[in-house]
């Protein structure tokens, strides 16, 4: 099966800029996260989608960051402006959404703020 | 909160040493626990896992034992080999199939 896409997988930009990340999560799966992961540092949630409804965004700093995953399939993430300490691999899972079902993570997406 | 403490790396070792990897949690109820790894340029991916106490999660000769009287859940490795050399992190299932890392170890096994 086809795994979880992201795109870009780099990105640079300077501080105040926006930026959006792009994921395909894996096909018939109804959960979607978001984590950002700082460098030295595990990954931390930033939203769960279950379909197109959004589960947890406690951590999400909704001042800046957007997210949607219209249609319940794919989902973009949305930086606004970006400060330095943005600066991150965002990762995008995805899990069928059952019980204790592992997540798929894809391969990320590098942001630089400069 | 829930939260995932694991040790600190990195982890130096050569080939065929034993190797352990501490982890140990704090939560509400009984939270299924994982290790993830990732590999240099790779995404995370799923080692092994176990939902319940006393169970034992075993992948590609990593083993982790659900220790729920110690909330530990340790990684070992009988011999590991240089292609083993990655970071592993330590995760459990909060509410909603939400996953909590801990903060990763960095394996380096040399020849």
């Known amino acids: 099966e086809a795994g979880v896409a992201q795109s870009p997988r780099y990105k640079i930009i300077e501080k105040r800029q926006s930026v959006a990340f792009w994921c395909n999560p894996i096909?018939?799966?109804?959960?979607l996260y978001w984590y950002q992961q700082i460098l030295g540092q595990g990954p931390k949630l930033l939203i769960q989608?279950?379909?197109?409804?959004?589960?947890?965004d406690s951590q999400l700093p909704k001042d800046r960051f957007s997210a949607e995953r219209l249609k319940g399939v794919d989902s973009t993430l949305k930086i606004q402006p970006a400060k330095l300490e943005d600066s991150a691999v965002y990762l995008c899972?995805?899990?069928?959404?059952?019980?204790?079902?592992?997540?798929?993570f894809g391969n990320g997406t590098r942001l630089t703020v400069t | 909160g829930d939260s995932v403490t694991q040790m600190e790396g990195p982890v130096t070792l050569s080939e065929e040493a034993f190797l352990t990897i501490n982890c140990t949690y704090t939560?509400?109820?009984?939270?299924?626990l994982f290790w993830y790894v990732q590999y240099p340029g790779e995404g995370l991916q799923l080692l092994l896992k176990?939902?319940?106490?006393?169970d034992k999660g075993s992948n590609k000769g990593f083993e982790a034992t659900y220790r729920k009287e110690t909330t530990s859940f340790h990684l070992e490795k009988g011999s590991v080999q240089v292609s083993d050399s990655a970071v592993y992190f330590c995760?459990?299932?909060?509410?909603?199939?939400?996953?909590?890392f801990g903060a990763g170890t960095r394996l380096a096994v040399h020849p």
């Open positions: 899972a995805s899990s069928p959404g059952q019980g204790s079902s592992p997540l798929h």
């Open positions: 096909s018939g799966h109804a959960t």
């Open positions: 989608f279950q379909n197109n409804g959004v589960v947890d």
């Open positions: 939560a509400t109820g009984y939270p299924s």
């Open positions: 176990a939902t319940k106490a006393d």
């Open positions: 995760a459990l299932s909060g509410g909603y199939n939400k996953l909590i």
